[in-house]
């Protein structure tokens, strides 16, 4: 039997448990109905199906959705709940009967997920800070700053502690170094303080140039619509962003735009979308189309209007050292930001083998393992010299893979980054990961 025929022939017993819920007798239902007791007790068997204007009456009489008697619990929630039995590591769950259960205790049901979904919240923002601690350069720079200047405090006072008589001038040095060293020590401790102040601003602390560019691209969901243009100036689209803080940011901005307006004036935008349509997010069908190299349909999905796209996708490009340029991050698949990224990704096989994509179906560790299509090229950059090595960046697009039922074949298992990453068996781990066992 079909799930949506077991789903039908439930709607009867959902009725029953919505009606005792209610408090309400058998006959008052069917009189307010507008039946008799005895048909709806043979829907509330299941013995006769329901559906339209009758459906929606009851549905109105006992306070819910139509869809909560002929779906039961939302398929969200369903899953949810098959994720928190999942992640608790444990057998104990019956996992079969979780929709028997978020129908039957819908409030219990809704209370695991809101819990589960909480938890994993939690785990994110500890992740995030994690990360921040070990990576953040703002950060380094002024530990950094505050460990030299007490240690720095510490010697001179060690000295005036120590030595017996001292030259009245060089006692009076030691003391304006003291003197200097102290508001030192307390102006570096103030800007730490109001850099880790938990204010409204404060998730949105940015420490690179390279940041703010990533926080400017999402503002404007990664597409321009002003760099559709045969004429656009991509230059002009920096001068007034409030993310873009500084010179070097807005360079890489504009440089990044700049690539977004030749690669539209390449692949415009009306017969993109037709063609995109036609093959979907198909990059060699799409290449093919438009006579062009793949890195260019890569980046041209990634900044398509959400509305053209015929689902989520995400985008990342690295250069030779592994350094994340570009990221345009897809639900279900983090994206590190600091530190380094796993080395099983896609993005960097192909780096070792240049002109060649490759496709990958991965699974990301974590709490809600998703899976995705990874298609990787690493392709280089320009014209290469014959003196020089060629410039090569790698380019990774992120297909998100609908579940549908069927085997999935082989899904390789990636991470986020090593810090982060709960597989204990990674022969590429760099480093412990800070998630304890059953985090």
């Known amino acids: 039997m079909s799930p949506a025929m077991t789903r039908d022939t439930l709607t009867g017993s959902r009725i029953r448990e919505r009606r005792l819920m209610a408090g309400l007798r058998q006959a008052d239902l069917a009189r307010d109905a507008g039946i008799s007791a005895s048909y709806l007790n043979l829907i509330e068997h299941n013995r006769r199906r329901i559906g339209g204007k009758l459906l929606v009456t009851i549905a109105t009489i006992l306070g819910v959705e139509p869809a909560m008697l002929t779906e039961g619990a939302t398929a969200t929630l369903v899953a949810t709940l098959r994720a928190a039995a999942a992640d608790a590591g444990t057998d104990a769950a019956e996992i079969a009967r979780t929709e028997e259960f978020a129908r039957r205790f819908p409030g219990w049901a809704e209370v695991l997920a809101a819990a589960h979904r909480r938890l994993a919240s939690l785990e ?7 990360d921040r601690l070990t990576h953040d350069p703002q950060l380094a720079a002024s530990l950094h700053e505050l460990l030299s200047t007490a240690a720095a405090i510490r010697s001179t006072a060690s000295i005036l502690a120590e030595t017996g008589e001292i030259d009245a001038e060089w006692r009076d040095r030691f003391h304006r170094n003291l003197n200097q060293d102290s508001r030192r020590l307390a102006e570096s401790s103030k800007a730490l303080v109001t850099y880790l102040d938990e204010s409204p601003d404060a998730g949105t602390a940015r420490g690179t140039p390279q940041e703010d560019v990533d926080a400017f691209l999402g503002a404007h969901e990664y597409h321009f619509p002003e760099l559709e243009q045969a004429d656009a100036d991509p230059a002009r689209s920096t001068q007034d962003a409030s993310e873009l803080t500084t010179d070097a940011a807005r360079q890489i901005a504009a440089a990044m735009l700049q690539r977004i307006a030749d690669d539209a004036r390449a692949l415009p935008l009306a017969p993109f979308r037709a063609a995109l349509a036609r093959h979907g997010p198909d990059p060699v069908a799409l290449a093919q189309d438009f006579s062009c190299e793949l890195p260019m349909v890569f980046r041209r999905l990634a900044a398509m209007p959400p509305e053209a796209l015929p689902g989520q996708l995400g985008l990342v490009i690295c250069d030779a050292a592994g350094s994340i340029l570009f990221r345009r991050p897809v639900a279900g698949f983090a994206l590190p ?15 070792c083998r240049p002109l060649l994509p490759i496709r990958r179906r991965v699974e990301q560790a974590g709490r809600a393992p998703s899976r995705f299509d990874c298609l990787a090229i690493a392709w280089p950059e320009g014209v290469t010299d014959f003196d020089a090595d060629p410039l090569l960046r790698s380019y990774m697009l992120i297909l998100p893979v ?14 986020s980054s090593c810090r982060i990453c709960p ?9 412990p990961s800070i998630l304890g066992e059953g985090f």
Do not use: H, M, N
């Not at 923002?125 to 994690?130: D, N, P, R």
């Not at 549908?404 to 082989?410: A, K, S």
């Not at 597989?423 to 480093?431: F, L």
């Open 402 to 415: 609908r579940e549908t039922g069927e085997p999935l074949g082989d899904v390789k298992q990636v991470g």
């Open 124 to 130: 994110r923002v500890i992740e995030t800070l994690s």
């Open 423 to 431: 597989r204990t068996d990674c022969r590429a781990r760099r480093e």
């Open 337 to 351: 930001r600091f530190g380094a990224c796993c080395p099983l990704w896609t993005l960097f096989s192909a780096l």
